[in-house]
């Protein structure tokens, strides 16, 4: 399952915050936007357990991954490697 992710974006006045096409809200400056993004994606994390990020475009049209939430793995971790010769 792809995760889904919360657009924040250069509006034509400030930033815009979208999450599959439906705009969350609209601010004046980008950390008010990242902020309000980080937000909704942990309420809806809390909410639904379904993993959500949240990405930032920039103007030039790259995009940087500001967070992520997701379940921890249920795979057991695995135990730490013994190299030979060493004290452990």
Known sequence: MQDRMILVEPAE?????TFEGQQLSALPTR???????????GDRFAITGEPIGVVLRL??????????HERPSTEPASAPTRVPGQAG
């Open 59 to 68: 103007a030039c049209g790259s995009e940087v991954l500001i967070c992520q």
């Open 31 to 41: 950390s008010q936007a990242v902020e309000s993004a980080t937000g909704h994606a």
């Open 13 to 17: 006045q400030g930033w815009s915050v």
